[in-house]
């Protein structure tokens, strides 16, 4: 094995300054004294998880119905079924409570677009507003467990909406306005939302989108909504809802009491309902408990992204991504949440870090396709920004590439921390993210989270070190799903997580554990090529494409050819360039030279898009299924479904 590079090591100081510190610091002190560092944290997370769930607890102070900031004495009931551990069983909370227990004049969320506006809000605001909304609601007759819906941008409207429906027990669920109208309905139209919360339009790019005219169509069909509210955030933009039970939010809102008595209900009760991407068929509703979302989200935003009261945190996302569900949660960890919207390349690709300028923002989050694209760009913010108060990078959305991880500490900043986390709507969390204990290891997740007994399985079942194999998590935590929508006997979602290690989560990433501690996530495991029965992860061959400058996207799948799997690559280039026997020959020259033969694709396609979901990830299942003359089960998950036709009767594929 090669000697892993480190990047980037914390200093003394800011290592003994965290939160990950102290909190071994509490443990030590008042449960276990052997704990002193991050292994010796580590196991005890996972030996003692009944213990480590309740310090966490108190250590992050989580409010329940006793308000005593400190966890009930029983931590689970049924341990170590899986599915079917409870969690803090005697538990009543209310997560929205904990999102706004502050009421000062404080930070709490700071908005920008595209366009230019800019809209703060403070904790006390923020909470007038959750609680005008709440009241709005529950005169319109919602009670605990009904659906709230929004189709909205990533606005302070969005953010007010899901604590108004959590504080009076409604579940939230949401889709970003660039979702079409199958997309919507193939979601909400399952759930059944009672109240739906719309914008008027939207910008992206430089335009101007309507949203009414699509909502309107998507009325038609979902007769369970009683109450449609606009939110007018585009000003200038004229168009009108006819339909006669729709209101305009701030008329709605604008009468109602700025104070709110929260419900406390179980610690399971449900949050969130998010959904699968939807590629291969009806997206799957799956259903989050309010209280192991919230301590779950704490462990990962206080402990592992070391986090800090009034420090600002940035993760440019859409309220389609789970990490728009993360990312509010950093107002129970006494942050300011920067809720950006619009597209992170206009006017130009500088608009993201100008903004992490304007705000002194300390924590900033993005996808790895977006720092990828950045470096193709030329963009090199060390020269032209500040960044004086950036501390951490996040990346997640797909494998950051280790060439990626040498651009951040080459052209954007040196002394940061990168984490590249990774975990999945499934758990909207993650299973292996950053520790500010730990190196920066070029390539590598710092290490798995704290509680989530992570292992690696070969195709045997068995559990391997250094070696490519199925993720999977081996013991229960919080914010596994409560359930999917309208499973009964959890049938679909026991096949979903349990099927191939019955009492073991397998989460579909084909992932190595390093000697180090690290994780390197190599791609989806549905989606790992197989030629002459050896297993590839695509990311190993994406990771040689990038090099190639002339090249700005590929996709990579396996087609079925003479009763084996060949490696089929498709390529997007720079504009006006050609793919020609000479560029073919580079590609295949790089992967060759730094993977093995296994890896070299048969055959090198271009194309002049490829299709993803709305949330921005390429879909290689979509693909390869076009690929093999198989419809492609749901094209309202695509933001691009047009893109499907540049891969259909290819003529190169067919000998």
């Given at each position: ?406 651009y951040v500490y080459r052209d954007i900043k040196s002394d940061l921390q990168l984490a590249s986390i990774s975990g999945g709507t499934d ?229």
């Open positions: 094995m090669t000697e892993p590079e480190i990047l980037w090591s914390p200093p003394p100081a800011r290592q003994g300054a965290t939160h990950m510190q102290a909190f071994i610091g509490h443990v030590a002190a008042h449960i276990a004294p052997e704990v002193n560092d991050w292994d010796s944290l580590y196991a005890f997370s996972i030996n003692r998880p009944d213990a480590f769930w309740s310090a966490l607890w108190a250590y992050c102070g989580v409010i329940d119905a006793a308000g005593t900031g400190q966890p009930p004495e029983q931590v689970t009931a049924e341990w170590g079924q899986m599915p079917g551990t409870r969690w803090f069983p005697q538990a009543r909370l209310s997560y929205a409570e904990n999102l706004l227990k502050r009421r000062d004049d404080g930070l709490a969320v700071i908005f920008a677009d595209e366009r230019g506006q800019r809209r703060t809000l403070s904790h006390a605001a923020l909470y007038e507003a959750v609680a005008q909304l709440a009241q709005a609601l529950k005169a319109e007759g919602v009670k605990p467990g009904d659906r709230v819906a929004g189709w909205l941008p990533n606005i302070p409207e969005t953010l007010i909406g899901c604590l108004a429906a959590n504080a009076i027990g409604a579940v939230w669920s949401s889709c970003s306005p660039d979702f079409g109208v199958r997309g919507v309905l193939d979601r909400f139209g399952q759930i059944e939302p009672v109240v739906l919360l719309c914008a008027n339009a939207y910008a992206y790019n430089g335009k101007v989108h309507d949203c009414l005219d699509k909502v309107s169509d998507a009325l038609e069909e979902l007769p369970s909504v009683q109450r449609v509210v606009v939110v007018n955030h585009i000003a200038d933009h004229a168009n009108s809802l006819s339909a006669a039970h729709a209101v305009d939010y701030q008329s709605w809102v604008a009468d109602q009491p700025t104070s709110i008595e929260f419900l406390h209900l179980p610690f399971d009760h449900p949050l969130y309902i998010l959904y699968s991407s939807g590629t291969t068929g009806v997206p799957k509703c799956i259903v989050h408990g309010q209280g192991g979302t919230l301590l779950q989200h704490l462990k990962e935003l206080v402990l592992h992204t070391d986090l800090k009261a009034d420090e600002r945190i940035l993760y440019f996302t859409t309220c389609g991504w789970m990490m728009w569900n993360w990312l509010i949660s950093a107002l129970a960890a006494d942050a300011a949440i920067v809720l950006y919207d619009g597209s992170p390349f206009y006017p130009d690709g500088h608009v993201l870090w100008d903004l992490i300028d304007e705000w002194d923002i300390e924590v900033f989050g993005t996808s790895a396709k977006w720092i990828a694209a950045c470096e193709k760009a030329g963009i090199q913010p060390a020269k032209t920004h500040r960044l004086s108060a950036l501390k951490t990078i996040l990346s997640t959305g797909s494998p950051l590439l280790p060439e990626s991880f040498d758990i909207v969390s993650c299973f292996a993210l950053g520790n500010p204990l730990k190196p920066v290891i070029k390539g590598e997740l710092q290490s798995p989270g704290l509680g989530m007994k992570v292992e690696i399985r070969n195709d045997n079942g068995e559990v391997v070190l250094n070696e490519t194999g199925e993720l999977t998590c081996a013991m229960p935590f919080p914010s596994m799903p409560v359930g999917f929508w309208r499973d009964p006997g959890d049938k679909r979602y026991r096949s979903a997580y349990f099927k191939a290690h019955p009492g073991v989560w397998s989460h579909g990433d084909y992932a190595c554990m390093t000697d180090t501690g690290g994780v390197i996530i190599q791609g989806r495991s549905d989606a790992t090529l197989n030629p002459g029965g050896v297993r590839i992860g695509t990311a190993e061959i994406y990771r040689q494409v990038d090099q190639i400058d002339a090249v700005l996207e590929s996709v990579c799948v396996g087609q079925e050819f003479e009763g084996d799997v060949r490696v089929i690559l498709f390529v997007v280039l720079r504009p006006g360039l050609e793919l020609d026997e000479a560029l073919i020959d580079r590609i295949k020259k790089q992967i060759r030279q730094n993977t093995t033969p296994r890896h070299v694709p048969a055959v090198v396609c271009q194309v002049p898009d490829i299709p993803k979901t709305v949330s921005g990830k390429i879909t290689e299942l979509a693909v390869r299924d076009v690929i093999h003359g198989h419809a492609v089960k749901n094209t309202s998950a695509l933001a691009n479904p047009d893109a499907l036709n540049f891969f259909k009767d290819r003529p190169e594929l067919q000998g």
